[in-house]
């Protein structure tokens, strides 16, 4: 598989396919069954499941993790969790001030 390049006219390569092709006689065939693609029963060849695809989910952690990875998918949610914990307590101080006024004047 290439492309080529219009502009200066080189192909280029962009990867490769491996493809296998067993003929074999009707006989062998009806006996040993396959599935259509990877559905049961996967043999005669096996295809192993697909690696390096992206599980999709609502979830923002498991994407998080499958995107930028597990260790800096942690890191995130650490500082965006300190950040939040920082936002609330700015937001909050006006409240707090007042229920410390309340508790320590009635005494």
Do not use: W
């Not at 992206?54 to 800096?72: A, D, E, T, V």
């Amino acid at each position: 598989m290439d492309r080529l390049d219009h502009e200066t006219g080189v192909r280029e390569p962009m990867g490769r396919l491996c493809v296998s092709l067993t003929i074999m006689p009707k006989s062998i065939a009806e006996v040993e069954q396959a599935g259509f693609g990877r559905s049961e029963p996967n043999q005669h060849p096996y295809l192993p499941p697909p690696t390096g695809r992206l599980y999709f989910s609502l979830n923002p952690f498991i994407m998080g993790s499958q995107l930028c990875g597990p260790k800096i998918c942690a890191q995130l949610t650490s500082c965006l969790i300190c950040l939040g914990v920082l936002a609330l307590a700015i937001f909050c101080q006006p409240a707090l001030n007042a229920l410390v006024y309340l508790f320590f004047n009635t005494f």
